[in-house]
């Protein structure tokens, strides 16, 4: 029998990120965002290992170095090995690569055959 991956914890938070990028110089405050987002989920989710997903990573630096976002919306999902792994709530994946890519493939129209249509060219005198 195959084991079911049942997530131990699943937990959705608004993180308040400007008053702890506010305490970094103007250059550097983008990267104490992303410090202060995983120090947030590792106390609240009892969790030192903390991965971000690609989507949150961009949304963070959407805007550059000097602006990060004020706060950021996160689900946080706790495994078994005690992993969390946040990404953006509002972000929604596809079940896998092949249905992603089969909806891809039906959207597109079929496209015609052109008739290539070759007028003779007037000379000019």
């Known amino acids: 029998m195959a084991k079911t991956n049942e997530k131990s914890l699943e937990r959705t938070y608004n993180v308040p990120l ?3 990028y506010m305490k970094a110089p103007r250059w550097n405050r983008t990267k104490k965002a992303v410090t202060a987002l995983r120090q947030f989920l590792a106390k609240h989710m009892k969790s030192e290992n903390v991965l971000l997903s690609r989507e949150l990573n ?3 630096w959407k805007h550059g170095i000097k602006n ?3 706060h950021i919306k996160v689900k946080a999902v706790k495994d078994d090995k005690g992993v969390v792994k946040a ?4 972000v929604e994946k596809p079940a ?4 992603g890519l089969a909806e891809k493939k039906e959207a597109k129209p079929a496209k015609k055959a052109k008739e290539a249509k ?3 060219q007037a000379e000019k005198q």
């Open 18 to 20: 400007r008053k702890e």
């Open 118 to 120: 070759v007028e003779p």
């Open 68 to 70: 990060p976002p004020h």
């Open 87 to 90: 990404e953006l709530v509002a």
């Open 58 to 60: 961009e949304e963070m």
């Open 96 to 99: 896998s690569k092949k249905k």
